[in-house]
């Protein structure tokens, strides 16, 4: 099993930033992405960044060139940091860790999420 544990969620001011932290614990041998997604009220979950275990990140297009995910695998932790908020950025942002073999996924864990509200 594995426990995700994010943090640094909050209130923030449009234009503004701020860093989002997910802690793993457990069995993380097996884990070759992780990713943050993000899900609005009234909308789908959606996909917000991911790196693999070799460091090779991806971001869609609404989040390009503002949003950076990071790792730190001596503390097992994955970083979102985040800038230029918009409004609609407002949302819980998920940690999300998984397993891989291709394009399958064999194992996906979830965090609690954490609350992120970009004011205007």
């Known amino acids: 099993q594995l426990q995700l544990v994010e943090s640094g969620g909050g209130l923030v001011q449009s234009g503004g930033s701020l860093r989002l932290s997910c802690v793993a614990s457990?069995?993380?041998?097996?884990?070759?992405?992780m990713g943050w997604y993000r899900q609005a009220p009234g909308k789908q979950r959606e996909l917000v960044a991911t790196?693999?275990?070799?460091?090779?990140?991806s971001y869609p297009d609404s989040v390009k060139g503002r949003f950076t995910i990071s790792r730190d695998n001596a503390k097992n932790t994955v970083y979102l940091q985040m800038n230029s908020l918009k409004p609609e950025d407002t949302a819980v942002y998920y940690c999300n860790a998984r397993k891989t073999l291709g394009s399958i996924i064999v194992t996906s864990y979830w965090g609690q999420g954490t609350q992120v509200t970009v004011s205007s």
């Open positions: 457990g069995s993380i041998f097996s884990i070759n992405v």
């Open positions: 790196i693999t275990s070799g460091g090779s990140s």
